[in-house]
């Protein structure tokens, strides 16, 4: 059974940092291309952050670029979501997902984490 489970979110004044994890069992993460997305209060859920199954790649939202960073430890079978200088608008539910090599999609979803920027 695939499980993803989102944790280090929480409640940070604006400018202030967190990091996010999210722990993966019931597949091999170096397989996959890990991504972070978020979804704010009555919005779409939106693309954050990905990075290659080898971390040899990253890629950003706009909105995030220059702040976030995303990372992995395949060893620990954990990926990472650095968030520095945060805004009002990070405010969402943060979801780390897993998406095959192969594919275009993301199959494979988080529960997701409550991030609320405080001004």
């Known amino acids: 059974q695939v499980q993803l489970v989102e944790s280090g979110g929480g409640l940070v004044q604006a400018g202030g940092s967190l990091r996010l994890s999210c722990a993966v069992s019931g597949l091999t993460l170096s397989y996959y291309d890990m991504g972070w997305f978020r979804q704010a209060p009555g919005k779409e859920r939106v693309f954050v952050a990905r990075?290659?199954?080898?971390?040899?790649?990253?890629f950003y939202a706009d909105s995030v670029k220059g702040r976030f960073t995303i990372s992995r430890d395949n060893a620990k079978n954990t990926i990472y979501l650095q968030m520095n200088s945060l805004i009002l608008e990070d405010t969402a539910v943060y979801y780390c997902a897993a998406r095959p090599r192969s594919s275009s999609m993301f199959e494979y979803w988080g529960q997701g984490t409550q991030v609320t920027v405080s001004s």
């Open positions: 990075i290659t199954w080898y971390g040899g790649s990253t």
